[in-house]
T-cell receptor, first 114, second 113 residues
Framework: GAVVSQHPSRVICKSGTSVKIECRSL??????MFWYRQFPKQSLMLMAT?????????EQGVEKDKFLINHASLTLSTLTVTSAHPEDSSFYIC??????????FGPGTRLLVL | TQLLEQSPQFLSIQEGENLTVYCNSS?????LQWYRQEPGEGPVLLVT?????EVKKLKRLTFQFGDARKDSSLHITAAQPGDTGLYLC?????????????FGTGTRLTIIP
C-alpha cells in the first residue's frame, strides 16, 4: 500500500518558537495533502488542504498566519507552527490523496509546547 | 458540515465478546468510510460502504450501511486485544475540487485480555 511518513515523530519546544513538521508520500505523488489536528481523546479535525504549487485552503477557525503550509513538491508538504504556545500542543497528522476518496495517513507528530 | 455522531464514545469489554458501534447522522451520504487508529499512529482505512443496506465483512468485522445511507454500524465478533483502538467513521465531501474527509466523534474500544 501507499506509504506516508512524517518527521519528526515527536517534538518538544519552548513557547514562542516555531516548529516545522514534514509530510512525505514515499512511493506515490500527491497533488493534494491534508493536515489534521487531534487533541487527547478526541477525533481528527481537518486544519487545511495543501495543494502542490498553490496556496493552502484553511478550515474555518484555523489561523493561516500561525499554521504555515508549504507544498513545494508532489511528495512533500510542510506545516510550520509559528510562535507556538502550550495550547498548540497536540497530535498533528497528515494525509496524502492518491485517488478520489482515497487518503493515506502518516503516523503523526506529537507536539508538546512548554 | 454534516455531523457524524458515534456511539458509544468509550467501550471496554472482555476478549471473546461481541460488540457493535454506531455512526449516525441526519444527513444522507454517498458513502461512508471506517478507520481504525491505534495509539500514537495515524488512522488506517478499514472499509468504504457505498450502497444503502450494503454489508461488508473483513474477517471478524462486519460493516453495514443503513438503507437510507444516513448511518452505519460496525460489529466485531469474538473481540481480541488487537482490536483495541479508536474507531472512526468518516465521509468525503467536496472541498474546492478536492475530497475533504470529515471524521465522526469516534469510539474508543478497549479489549481486555
Amino acid at each position: 500500500g501507499a506509504v506516508v511518513s512524517q518527521h519528526p515523530s515527536r517534538v518538544i519546544c519552548k513557547s514562542g518558537t516555531s516548529v516545522k513538521i514534514e509530510c512525505r508520500s514515499l512511493d506515490f505523488q500527491a497533488t493534494t495533502m491534508f493536515w489534521y489536528r487531534q487533541f487527547p481523546k478526541q477525533s481528527l479535525m481537518l486544519m487545511a488542504t495543501s495543494n502542490e504549487g498553490s496556496k493552502a485552503t484553511y478550515e474555518q477557525g484555523v489561523e493561516k498566519d500561525k499554521f504555515l503550509i508549504n507544498h513545494a513538491s508532489l511528495t512533500l508538504s510542510t506545516l510550520t507552527v509559528t510562535s507556538a504556545h502550550p495550547e498548540d500542543s497536540s497530535f498533528y497528522i497528515c494525509s496524502a490523496q492518491l485517488a478520489t476518496e482515497t487518503q493515506y495517513f502518516g503516523p503523526g507528530t506529537r507536539l508538546l509546547v512548554l | 458540515t454534516q455531523l457524524l455522531e458515534q456511539s458509544p464514545q468509550f467501550l471496554s469489554i472482555q476478549e471473546g465478546e461481541n460488540l457493535t458501534v454506531y455512526c449516525n447522522s441526519s444527513s444522507v451520504f454517498s458513502s461512508l468510510q471506517w478507520y481504525r487508529q491505534e495509539p500514537g499512529e495515524g488512522p488506517v482505512l478499514l472499509v468504504t460502504v457505498v450502497t444503502g443496506g450494503e454489508v461488508k465483512k473483513l474477517k471478524r468485522l462486519t460493516f453495514q450501511f443503513g438503507d437510507a445511507r444516513k448511518d452505519s454500524s460496525l460489529h466485531i465478533t469474538a473481540a481480541q486485544p488487537g482490536d483495541t483502538g479508536l474507531y472512526l467513521c468518516a465521509y468525503m465531501g467536496a472541498n474546492f475540487g478536492n475530497e475533504k474527509l470529515t471524521f465522526g466523534t469516534g469510539t474508543r474500544l478497549t479489549i481486555i485480555p
